[in-house]
Each structure stands twice: as structure tokens, then as C-alpha cells.
């Protein structure tokens, strides 16, 4: 029997094929390292799980507005001057929100500029939604104004940007940032902003998100989640923000296609946003630790660009890829042989390259880094 088109011409996430491979070998009772997920190695806060806690004693438990709680949208406003709650939608994490972005801008043979490297979802989504996703090089992990300009084309719908960047750790400068925002005004084109990982930005920077640059609101979707920077992964709430002609159009979307996100975890992510810096600027400040130690230690093995947002290293490897061995190899190599898990570049769009989570308890990533460099 013959599937869809659509499915048969994406590929599955690299990085859900290498946890598969990873669990197989713990199954097979081999002691692995995990420095290849996205995910922190923190607890939940106890304020959010009571929160949550208490929306479930408090019998939250039934279908809710599609687009999210009145409470939320509007806490959430509060992020973006001049915005309300028509101006928010709730979603099942951040990546949610961008499938029904692209499902929302795209027609058929309608242009996303993608950068590379580039979080593996990201071309794929394009293609589920009849797009097509055009990819344009970085140089030193930054935005190649110059190979934007040219890539644009009459077909471009929208310039797609990731900062702080996932794999590469990059932060955009606020001149790069408002250049960008320059050429989608020039082009008439929507800029889709993901910023899952505001949170984290180190060296005494502060996030700034292209929503400072009032003129190319009406054209921007900025997607974030309360994944990273809240210990909430699990709970799957992510939104995103923009002009209310747009978010009324997601949500008419999101109405056939998952309804509601969870009523009690909204709840836990109102509980979130009563955190102050306080309780949450201990974790930025454990990863830029965790950051500057595996950064030495991976630097002087390979040429890698220091990362200051996110939590993750990009080195290039290549000098150790003998004939035809690409990066995926040597990743797999690692993994079955040293039993310490990282994601090839070819999944993120850039060879020769692999990603490492330094987000793990010190001692494993101090193991982990020890494993790679001996498996050289």
C-alpha cells in the first residue's frame, strides 16, 4: 500500500533516530553518556508542579478555549509592548506553533530562507507544508546578509531565524537583527522568529528579541516555549505571538488539529511566570559554567566557535573523518564504541560537524568530552 507523498518525502528527526539507538544500548545494559538531547538536567520548579497540582484538585481537566487560557495570553502579552491576549495562541510546545505557521503561510511552491545550520525540524515542516525550504550558508554561525539578499526571490514568503541558535549556540547582534528586518520590510516577507532559547544567553548579554524593531511587527511571528527556560519539557506549552489577523488564523488551524493544549499544564505555566530572575537565573548561570568548561576542553581538541547562547557546542570534526567517513559515522563510532551520544552536523544541514549538549550533570558531561577525545 502506497503512503502520501508528503510523508514518504521528509525524513524523520536525526535526533529521534540517535535516542532510539541510545535506548537500544542501554537496554543492552551499556553504560552511554547523553550529550545529544536538548533537554536541561534540572528539576521542574515547585512552584510550577503546585500549580499544576492545584489546577488538578481544582478539577481543571476539561476542554478549554483552542487558543489557551485568558490568564496566560494575557500574562504573556505583557512580554511584547502594545500586545494583548488577542495577540497569543497556545500551543503544544514551539514546535507546534511553527508547523501551523508554515501551514498557515505557505502555499504550494511558496519560499522559506532557512539558515544554516539549521534545528532539523525546521526544513521539514516547510516541505509538510507544500513549501519549499531555501537554505542559505551562515558565516562563523552568523547570517550572511549579502547570500539573503540574493536568495530572495519572487516566490519568498518568509526568512526564517533561530537565535540563540540550536546547534550552534550563536546569538545575533541587534544590528544584524534589525538588517534582517530591513530586507523583510524591503520584500514584503514574514519573518518567523524562534526563540526557544531566550533564557540562555551568557557573557553578561542580554536576549533581545527582533520584536524590538516596531516597523516589521505586522510581519512577524515570534514563536517561544516554556520548555527550556521553566524545567518543562514534558508539559509541551509553547505560544506564539504576533499580529492578530495572524493568530486568529493559527488558531482556526489548531481548532481541527489538536484543539486545546492541556488545561492543568496551561495552569502550570501561569505558576511559571511567577518566578522572578531570582529563581530562574541559577540555571543560566550553571550553563555558562558548563559552557566555558566543555568549550576549553572540546577547543583544544577541535576548531569550534564559542557559543554564547543556548547549550550547545558545534565543533568541526572533519580533520578526524578519514576517506569516505562522514560525520554521521563518527558519531555512530562514539556512540558504539565509546558508549557517548552526540548528533552528526548532516542532521542540522552542515557536514563535518557534531553537536554537543554540555546541558548534563558535570559529571557526565566531564566523561562524556573525556570518551570523545579518547575515541580520536
Not at 55 to 69: F, H, N, S
Not at 143 to 161: F, G, H, N, V, Y
Request: negative net charge; proline residues 5%.
Amino acid at each position: 500500500m502506497k503512503l502520501a507523498d508528503r510523508v514518504n518525502h521528509i525524513e524523520e528527526s536525526g535526533t529521534v533516530q540517535f535516542t532510539l539507538l541510545l535506548q537500544q544500548l542501554r537496554r543492552d545494559g551499556r553504560d552511554v553518556i547523553d550529550l545529544a538531547v536538548g533537554e536541561p538536567p534540572y528539576d521542574t520548579p515547585a512552584g510550577i508542579i503546585e500549580g499544576t497540582r492545584q489546577a488538578l484538585e481544582d478539577g481543571q481537566t476539561k476542554y478549554g478555549a483552542v487558543g489557551g487560557l485568558t490568564e496566560l495570553k494575557s500574562r504573556l502579552a505583557e512580554q511584547f509592548e502594545g500586545y494583548d491576549e488577542d495577540n497569543i495562541l497556545i500551543s503544544n510546545g514551539s514546535k507546534q506553533s511553527l508547523y501551523t505557521i508554515f501551514q498557515t503561510l505557505c502555499n504550494p511552491g511558496d519560499e522559506v530562507i532557512i539558515l544554516r545550520p539549521y534545528w532539523v525540524s525546521f526544513p521539514e515542516q516547510i516541505k509538510l507544508a507544500g513549501g519549499r525550504p531555501v537554505i542559505v550558508r551562515s558565516r562563523n554561525h552568523q547570517p550572511d546578509l549579502d547570500e539573503i539578499q540574493q536568495t530572495i526571490s519572487a516566490k519568498t514568503r518568509a526568512i526564517l531565524i533561530n537565535s540563540p541558535n540550536n546547534p550552534t549556540g550563536a546569538v545575533y547582534p541587534s544590528a544584524v537583527l534589525e538588517e534582517i528586518a530591513a530586507l523583510a520590510l524591503k520584500h514584503n516577507l514574514f519573518i518567523v522568529s524562534d526563540e526557544a532559547y531566550s533564557a540562555y544567553v551568557y557573557d553578561g548579554l542580554q536576549f533581545k528579541s527582533i520584536f524590538a524593531y516596531e516597523d516589521i511587527r505586522q510581519q512577524l511571528i515570534v514563536t517561544r516555549s516554556f520548555s527550556k527556560g521553566h524545567q518543562m519539557t514534558g508539559f509541551r506549552v509553547g505560544f506564539a505571538a504576533a499580529a492578530p489577523e495572524v493568530i486568529a488564523a493559527l488558531n482556526k488551524l489548531q481548532s481541527h488539529l489538536t484543539g486545546n493544549v492541556c488545561t492543568f499544564a496551561q495552569y502550570g505555566a501561569l505558576a511559571a511566570l511567577d518566578l522572578s530572575a531570582d529563581d530562574l537565573n541559577p540555571y543560566r548561570k550553571d550553563l555558562e559554567s558548563k559552557r566555558d568548561y566543555a568549550y576549553r576542553a572540546i577547543s583544544a581538541v577541535f576548531d569550534c566557535i564559542k557559543p554564547r547562547g543556548a547549550f550547545y557546542l558545534f565543533p568541526d570534526v572533519a580533520d578526524y573523518l578519514k576517506g569516505e567517513m562522514t560525520s554521521a559515522d563518527f558519531a555512530r563510532r562514539l556512540l558504539k564504541e565509546k558508549g557517548v551520544a552526540v548528533v552528526p552536523g548532516e542532521e542540522f544541514g552542515t557536514a563535518g560537524h557534531i553537536r554537543i549538549s554540555y546541558a548534563v550533570p558535570e559529571n557526565q558531561l566531564a566523561s562524556g568530552i573525556e570518551r570523545i577525545i579518547e575515541g580520536l
